[in-house]
């Protein structure tokens, strides 16, 4: 059974249509690139699949926990999937080790030595062991999208998704965080992650979903999409962004 | 005639006094309750609730507090009520100062970035735990110069208690000019008691105002 099922899924802000009747589905382990140009709908998308945008019409699961607009339905499946952000968004008035510790005490109940544990070790899993007690403002970009990283994996999530994670950074950053995702895609995480980077892409995707104005216009293996995409909308995007 | 040496009319102004600072406390207490609750019902996502606390704000803003003060006190006494001076006074400026710090600290709420409610949401938080432990320290820290600079207004609107006869520093001139005949220097002891109250506030202000600075910016 697949992880994550989106079916007919369609998102209006006013008259505007911002996607259009969108299926996909991941199964475990899989790690899907979204990509297209912007206003394409891809964030969009990710962002309805743990209900930071309501929808419109059709559903969305994950791990059997169906989105619905209501507090307790919202957060059962947040549980279940961890978002990153372009933006990292850690809390600035807490250390990084707070910042990891502070929803499983909240939201889990989790006692104070062992949140503590978990943030060790999610700091150590992402290098970050030694900023510990550094705060956001003291750490540089990559390494706040890290500590992101470690935040949402404290929760434990069964999936990941990742809104242009890499967007915002300097380039010499881009890379650090990079590593950490592909070590997450090899120990079996499920992601869906919208993204620029073409190499991550194809050095780490299974598949690749490309989308134009609100509609998924491809979903293909990696290595054929980038080989020999079908669509000529496909084609013309990668003609666009490979030629350097 | 009795003779008002210095120290009489000092004395007594300070009696009285302990009644501003007593009302102030009230108020300030009082008004910041029940201001957090409308603080919650203004940014909840309930529209009903958004619209009585956006409500009763306009109300509690947009009249004086002299009127306030007079329906507290002879409005509720013409449905039978009998109000004492000092819960009168007490329950209009509580009821006046929460609209103020409602107001205040939604402002401040409003300017913590969304992305920090949606980092909380995506990390399974409920609505409560995203403002108890993300959004509120952050706001708190942003709310501390208005919230303890309105408090210097609400220690100068206790004297509008006076005009119902309350007596507390304002009143208390008042009578002691009656009987002294000595207008300025009963005035200018008063205006110098409401600055020993007020300008302490002032500086806490500015000192915690560094102090929350230093404390986020570890540098």
Redesign the interface.
């Given at each position: 059974m697949s992880l994550i099922t989106i079916t007919e899924v369609k998102k209006r802000f006013g008259d505007n249509e911002v996607l259009k009747g969108i299926n996909l589905d991941v199964e475990p382990g899989e790690v899907i690139a979204i990509i297209g140009k912007s206003g394409s709908g891809k964030s969009t998308l990710l962002r309805c699949v743990?209900?930071?945008e309501t929808i419109n019409e059709g559903s969305i699961m994950v791990g059997g926990a169906q989105l619905l607009p209501d507090?307790i339905h919202?957060?059962e499946l947040?549980?279940k999937?961890?978002?990153i952000?372009q933006?990292f968004?850690?809390?600035?008035?807490l250390t990084a080790r707070r910042n990891v510790m502070?929803?499983p005490m909240?939201?889990k109940k989790t006692p104070k030595a062992e949140a503590e544990a978990i943030a060790k070790k999610m700091l150590d899993r992402v290098g970050l062991g030694h900023k510990f007690d550094a705060?956001p403002?003291?750490l540089s970009g990559g390494q706040q999208q890290r500590v992101?990283i470690a935040?949402?994996l404290a929760?434990d999530p069964i999936a990941m998704l990742f809104d242009e994670p890499t967007s915002a950074l300097d380039p010499e950053m881009i890379n650090e965080v990079l590593d950490v995702m592909v070590n997450l895609a090899k120990e079996g995480m499920t992601m869906i992650v919208v993204t620029h980077e073409m190499g991550f892409a194809r050095k780490v995707a299974n598949r690749v979903v490309f989308m134009d104005r609100g509609e998924i216009v491809e979903d293909a293996p990696t290595a054929e999409f980038f080989g020999k995409p079908r669509s000529e909308r496909a084609q013309l995007f990668l003609s666009k962004i490979l030629q350097h | 005639m009795m003779e008002f040496t210095t120290w009489d009319i000092l004395r007594n102004l300070l009696l009285a006094a302990r009644w501003t600072v007593l009302l102030s406390l009230a108020a300030f207490i009082g008004g910041g309750l029940v201001g957090l609750a409308l603080l919650f019902m203004r940014v909840s996502k309930s529209r009903a609730l958004q619209r009585l606390s956006f409500g009763y704000i306009e109300l509690f803003q947009g009249t004086p507090l002299l009127m306030q003060l007079f329906l507290a006190f002879f409005g509720l006494a013409l449905f039978g009520l009998d109000v004492p001076l000092w819960l009168a006074a007490g329950l209009a400026l509580t009821l006046w100062t929460s609209a103020f710090l409602a107001e205040i600290w939604r402002g401040c709420v409003e300017a913590i970035?969304k992305?920090?409610w949606?980092?909380?949401?995506?990390?399974?938080?409920?609505?409560l735990?995203q403002m108890r432990?993300?959004v509120l320290?952050?706001a708190l820290?942003i709310a501390v110069p208005p919230t303890v600079g309105f408090s210097v207004q609400v220690v100068k609107g206790t004297a509008v208690t006076s005009i119902i006869g309350f007596v507390e520093l304002s009143k208390a001139s008042t009578m002691l000019t009656n009987a002294t005949f000595e207008p300025f220097k009963v005035y200018a002891l008063v205006a110098l008691l409401y600055f020993v109250l007020c300008w302490p506030l002032s500086k806490t202000s500015q000192v915690l105002e560094k102090k929350l600075n230093v404390a986020?910016?570890?540098?």
């Amino acid at each position: 059974m697949s992880l994550i099922t989106i079916t007919e899924v369609k998102k209006r802000f006013g008259d505007n249509e911002v996607l259009k009747g969108i299926n996909l589905d991941v199964e475990p382990g899989e790690v899907i690139a979204i990509i297209g140009k912007s206003g394409s709908g891809k964030s969009t998308l990710l962002r309805c699949v743990n209900g930071l945008e309501t929808i419109n019409e059709g559903s969305i699961m994950v791990g059997g926990a169906q989105l619905l607009p209501d507090e307790i339905h919202l957060r059962e499946l947040r549980l279940k999937v961890g978002m990153i952000f372009q933006q990292f968004n850690l809390f600035p008035h807490l250390t990084a080790r707070r910042n990891v510790m502070l929803s499983p005490m909240v939201v889990k109940k989790t006692p104070k030595a062992e949140a503590e544990a978990i943030a060790k070790k999610m700091l150590d899993r992402v290098g970050l062991g030694h900023k510990f007690d550094a705060y956001p403002d003291q750490l540089s970009g990559g390494q706040q999208q890290r500590v992101a990283i470690a935040r949402a994996l404290a929760m434990d999530p069964i999936a990941m998704l990742f809104d242009e994670p890499t967007s915002a950074l300097d380039p010499e950053m881009i890379n650090e965080v990079l590593d950490v995702m592909v070590n997450l895609a090899k120990e079996g995480m499920t992601m869906i992650v919208v993204t620029h980077e073409m190499g991550f892409a194809r050095k780490v995707a299974n598949r690749v979903v490309f989308m134009d104005r609100g509609e998924i216009v491809e979903d293909a293996p990696t290595a054929e999409f980038f080989g020999k995409p079908r669509s000529e909308r496909a084609q013309l995007f990668l003609s666009k962004i490979l030629q350097h | 005639m009795m003779e008002f040496t210095t120290w009489d009319i000092l004395r007594n102004l300070l009696l009285a006094a302990r009644w501003t600072v007593l009302l102030s406390l009230a108020a300030f207490i009082g008004g910041g309750l029940v201001g957090l609750a409308l603080l919650f019902m203004r940014v909840s996502k309930s529209r009903a609730l958004q619209r009585l606390s956006f409500g009763y704000i306009e109300l509690f803003q947009g009249t004086p507090l002299l009127m306030q003060l007079f329906l507290a006190f002879f409005g509720l006494a013409l449905f039978g009520l009998d109000v004492p001076l000092w819960l009168a006074a007490g329950l209009a400026l509580t009821l006046w100062t929460s609209a103020f710090l409602a107001e205040i600290w939604r402002g401040c709420v409003e300017a913590i970035a969304k992305g920090q409610w949606e980092a909380a949401s995506s990390l399974a938080m409920s609505y409560l735990q995203q403002m108890r432990y993300v959004v509120l320290p952050q706001a708190l820290r942003i709310a501390v110069p208005p919230t303890v600079g309105f408090s210097v207004q609400v220690v100068k609107g206790t004297a509008v208690t006076s005009i119902i006869g309350f007596v507390e520093l304002s009143k208390a001139s008042t009578m002691l000019t009656n009987a002294t005949f000595e207008p300025f220097k009963v005035y200018a002891l008063v205006a110098l008691l409401y600055f020993v109250l007020c300008w302490p506030l002032s500086k806490t202000s500015q000192v915690l105002e560094k102090k929350l600075n230093v404390a986020h910016h570890h540098h």
